[in-house]
Nanobody, 122 residues
Framework: QVQLVESGGGLVQPGGSLRLSCAAS????????MGWYRQTPGKLREVVAA???????NYADSVKGRFTISRDNAKNTMNLQMNSLKPEDTAVYYC????????????????WGQGTQVTVSS
C-alpha cells in the first residue's frame, strides 16, 4: 500500500503557472509508473502525463510543450510543472501510482490521491 497526497493546486490566470506535487507515504523506488490525471464534471478521468521508474515520460497532446512531469525517488515525490495554463486545463488533478508484478504488465497495486483543484480563470 502507498498513500498519495497532492498539493499545489489553486486559482491562476490564463498564461500563468502552477506546480503540483504528489508525496508518497513510502519509497516509490519500486513503483513502476506514476502519473497525473485530471477530471472535470461529467467527463471521464484522463491521463495528463506519466513517468516510468526509468524516467521515460509521456504527455497528452493537449499539454505537450506546456507541462513537465518529474519524479524524485530519493524524496518519494512526483511533480507536475504546468506553464502557459489555459481555461480548459481547469480540473481536479489526481496523482496515481501503479505497481506491476515483476516481469509482467499485470497491475498488483493501483493507488490514487484525493485530488487537488486547479482553476484557470481571469
Amino acid at each position: 500500500q502507498v498513500q498519495l497526497v497532492e498539493s499545489g493546486g489553486g486559482l491562476v490566470q490564463p498564461g500563468g503557472s502552477l506546480r503540483l506535487s504528489c508525496a508518497a507515504s513510502r519509497s516509490i523506488f519500486s513503483i513502476n509508473a506514476m502519473g497525473w490525471y485530471r477530471q472535470t464534471p461529467g467527463k471521464l478521468r484522463e491521463v495528463v502525463a506519466a513517468v516510468t521508474s526509468g524516467g521515460s515520460t509521456n504527455y497528452a497532446d493537449s499539454v505537450k510543450g506546456r507541462f513537465t512531469i518529474s519524479r524524485d525517488n530519493a524524496k518519494n515525490t512526483m511533480n507536475l510543472q504546468m506553464n502557459s495554463l489555459k481555461p480548459e486545463d481547469t480540473a481536479v488533478y489526481y496523482c496515481n501510482a501503479k505497481e506491476y508484478y515483476t516481469g509482467t504488465s499485470v497491475v498488483r497495486g493501483d493507488y490514487w490521491g484525493q485530488g487537488t483543484q486547479v482553476t484557470v480563470s481571469s
